[in-house]
């Protein structure tokens, strides 16, 4: 009878150890996935660039003129990065026909101009998107987007 007391603490013991794993186990999942949740980029995989960078990647360079820009990779399964940048309104034309000497802008896309272009590389962009819009008569806010698959 002593031998079946003793089994029995000991049935308890570990059956207490089995149960405070899985709610230490349960708990830091429940964690992780709160965090994750929360935070907006669970993988940790957006990182600001610098628009130079942002417009290597798309195969172009960033005019000298641009100002106040921001621009950001994203890189998990795809890579995307995006940017936004100001310039003076007179240099537009000029820097995309540098950047892009034989692709031609389009103006029937909701902003003033629009340039879609497919790259056949094996590195960096795959596509790139650069839409302009006129502020003002003296400055173009240009939108980025560029990715890689």
Known sequence: MRMRRGLRWLLWGMWSL???FAVVV????A???ITAEASGDPFRTHS?????QAMRFAHGTLPESARDGECSLDDWMDDVVRGT???PRTDVAAWLKDSYPDKKPSEAC???VCLDINFHADYDADYARL???YED?????????AYSS
């Open 48 to 52: 600001a660039i610098t628009c130079s």
């Open 110 to 112: 909701g902003q003033d």
């Open 131 to 133: 839409t302009v819009a």
């Open 85 to 87: 940048w100001k310039m």
């Open 26 to 29: 349960g708990g830091w999942f």
């Open 31 to 33: 964690w992780s996935v």
């Open 18 to 20: 089995c149960l405070a």
């Open 137 to 145: 008569e003296d400055t173009a806010l240009v939108r980025l987007e």
